[in-house]
Each structure stands twice: as structure tokens, then as C-alpha cells.
């Protein structure tokens, strides 16, 4: 969730812990749903940087905000 959620620009934290807060504070419901969503998002699509985030299947679904360099 701390890393999709940075990734796609919706929060700027540096800390799980922060970006939790921070989305408690945009996000009108609890954050279980968000969660599970998110961490499907972040294992099949937008993917941590690698050989396949490099290619990924739909870079316009993973916009990598604030992502200068790949490892």
C-alpha cells in the first residue's frame, strides 16, 4: 500500500506508518478494502523496479511518480 500509493502520486510519505495516516485522512471508509486492492495492484501490475517493471504490460496504469532509476 506505502509504495502503489507513492508510486501513483496520491501520497508523499517516506514511512508506512505516514503513508497510512495519510491516506486515513483523504480516505472516507476503512483502509481493508484499499489494502487488499492495492497490494493485488502492486504484485500484477505495478510491480517493484525490476527487469519486468521496466517492461511493464500497461505503463500508463503504473505512472511511477517520483521513480528516477530503476535497480
Known amino acids: 500500500m506505502h509504495r502503489i500509493s507513492n508510486r501513483l502520486g496520491y501520497v508523499k510519505t517516506r514511512h508506512p506508518e505516514e ?3 495519510a491516506l486515513r485522512a483523504k480516505l472516507p471508509r476503512a483502509l481493508d478494502g484499499y489494502n487488499d486492492l492495492l497490494v493485488s495492484f502492486g504484485q500484477n501490475v505495478c510491480t517493484p523496479l525490476s527487469r519486468a517493471a521496466r517492461s511493464a504490460r500497461s505503463p500508463r496504469l503504473c ?3 517520483g521513480v528516477t532509476k530503476a535497480r
Open 63 to 65: 505512472r511511477k511518480v
Open 19 to 21: 503513508t497510512e495516516m
